[in-house]
């Protein structure tokens, strides 16, 4: 079982793109894992439907730790000043909010100087200190199929050995760190 991580990353970056950024960086995954791969994909798959180039100065490899998240956001607002993002899509949460963190850091402001998307919804993005706009796994959902999945199994309705491939949906919540520019 497993979310569209395409899909969600799709969402993410047209959502961005719906707000007026066309510089949108992305902080990735680890590129061995096809979450990130996914990820990227549909980080892509978004800028190529809107008429906008694929920058690979705009892309730093992560993995999904806050730390990486910290780095990768430092290296797009220095190193990069001709290429200042406007906006930032991380792959995951975590990602994101050490992007913020890197972002206070330099005295700029979310998003009053660079928006950030995440991915994942986890619990604290949701803190008012942090009030991350992401992308939602349906952890309720997941938790709902895995268990009459299981239950199925242990009642020998579902074949021990058969697989059951369950694609979900991802969804936008939206908060407070993306601006309209």
Same mark, same amino acid.
């Given at each position: 079982? #497993?979310?569209?991580?395409?899909?969600? @990353?799709?969402?993410?970056?047209? =959502? $961005?793109?719906?707000?007026?950024?066309?510089?949108?960086?992305?902080?990735?995954?680890?590129?061995?894992?096809?979450?990130?791969?996914?990820?990227?994909?549909?980080?892509?798959?978004?800028?190529? #439907?809107?008429?906008?180039? =694929?920058? !690979?100065?705009?892309?730093?490899?992560?993995?999904?730790?806050?730390?990486?998240?910290?780095?990768?956001?430092?290296?797009?607002?220095?190193?990069?000043?001709?290429?200042?993002?406007?906006? *930032?899509? @991380? @792959?995951?949460? $975590?990602? @994101?909010?050490?992007?913020?963190?890197?972002?206070?850091?330099?005295? $700029?402001?979310?998003?009053?100087?660079?928006?950030? *998307?995440?991915?994942?919804?986890?619990?604290?993005?949701? =803190?008012?200190?942090?009030?991350?706009?992401? *992308?939602?796994?349906?952890?309720?959902?997941?938790?709902?199929?895995?268990? !009459?999945?299981?239950?199925?199994?242990?009642?020998?309705?579902?074949?021990?050995?058969?697989?059951?491939?369950?694609?979900?949906?991802?969804?936008?919540?939206?908060?407070?760190?993306?601006? #309209?520019?």
């Amino acid at each position: 079982m #497993e979310v569209d991580n395409e899909l969600g @990353a799709t969402i993410a970056v047209k =959502y $961005l793109i719906s707000k007026g950024h066309k510089k949108i960086a992305h902080i990735t995954g680890p590129l061995d894992t096809s979450p990130a791969l996914a990820r990227l994909n549909g980080y892509k798959n978004a800028l190529k #439907e809107n008429g906008i180039e =694929y920058d !690979e100065d705009l892309v730093m490899k992560g993995d999904f730790r806050e730390s990486s998240g910290y780095e990768s956001a430092k290296k797009l607002l220095i190193i990069n000043r001709k290429k200042r993002p406007t906006a *930032i899509f @991380a @792959a995951n949460d $975590l990602s @994101a909010m050490g992007a913020m963190e890197a972002i206070y850091s330099l005295g $700029l402001k979310v998003p009053d100087n660079i928006s950030i *998307i995440g991915f994942d919804n986890i619990h604290i993005s949701s =803190y008012p200190s942090i009030n991350l706009t992401t *992308i939602n796994q349906p952890k309720y959902e997941m938790a709902k199929i895995a268990t !009459e999945i299981l239950i199925a199994k242990s009642e020998n309705k579902i074949p021990p050995k058969k697989k059951r491939q369950v694609v979900l949906e991802p969804s936008l919540v939206e908060r407070k760190t993306v601006q #309209e520019i």
